[in-house]
């Protein structure tokens, strides 16, 4: 592959379990992997014309009730391009909280703004984590299939992670609120 794009191999690895339309693999992108991974319309297809273009996936134009239906199937050179990707030992695990950047860059406004943006964040996460922890019950009530596996344990990391942001958004929360007291200039909260 010339140029290896992550979105690529988020694309071959939804192809790996069943061919899908652009749109679907959108809604997949949205769904359960949105937790860890982003992906737009405006990247998708792209990728899905440079992946048709160098034989690792295949376009096959059905008609459904009709209306026309392009959907994607992952080829031979397209499986081996995401064996080699997964038995890479390098992996880019970058963390980029925009909640983090403002919390950062804080000091050049009142404390409150901090505050109100660890509370968003905060809010948002208890939303997620509802959500994850409904997929990882639904998963571990069908482990038989390896594939559930390897979703549920995805998820768990997620689970696991977001219960420490949760803890995090509480720790700072007092921090920030307890600025300037004895106990928050020793370390003590």
Same mark, same amino acid.
């Not at 660890?118 to 990882?136: D, M, N, P, Q, S």
């Given at each position: 592959?010339?140029?290896?794009? *992550? ?5 071959? @690895?939804?192809?790996?379990?069943? &061919? ?9 992108? &949205? ?5 860890? !991974? *982003?992906? =737009?319309?405006?990247?998708? #297809?792209?990728?899905?014309? &440079? ?11 059905t $008609? ?17 391009? %995401?064996?080699? !990707? ?5 992996? @880019?695990?970058? %963390?980029? #909280?925009?909640?983090l ?8 406004? *009142? ?6 943006n ?11 984590? *509802? ?6 019950e639904? %998963? ?12 549920y344990?995805?998820? =768990?990391?997620?689970? &696991? ?6 803890? !995090? ?13 004895? $106990? ?6």
């Open positions: 592959m010339a140029r290896e794009r *992550k979105i690529d191999m988020v694309i071959l @690895g939804l192809l790996s379990h069943e &061919d899908l339309t652009g749109y679907d693999i959108k809604k997949r992108i &949205d769904g359960a992997i949105s937790f860890f !991974w *982003k992906g =737009s319309f405006g990247n998708i #297809y792209p990728a899905l014309k &440079d992946m048709e273009n160098q034989k690792l996936i295949e376009k096959h134009d $008609s459904v009730g009709g209306r026309e239906r392009i959907t994607y199937h992952i080829t031979g050179d397209g499986k081996a391009a %995401l064996t080699k !990707w997964l038995k890479d030992e390098h992996a @880019g695990n970058e %963390l980029r #909280y925009e909640t950047l403002k919390l950062f860059f804080g000091g050049a406004e *009142k404390k409150e703004v901090t505050l109100h660890i509370e968003v964040f905060e809010a948002e996460i208890r939303r997620e984590l *509802k959500i994850l922890k409904t997929y990882g639904n %998963l571990k009530q069908r482990l038989e299939v390896e594939d559930h596996l390897y979703y344990l995805a998820v =768990s990391f997620g689970i &696991d992670t977001y219960e420490a942001y949760l803890k !995090w958004c509480a720790k700072a929360k007092r921090t920030l609120k307890g600025y300037g007291s004895k $106990s928050a200039e020793q370390g003590i909260l």
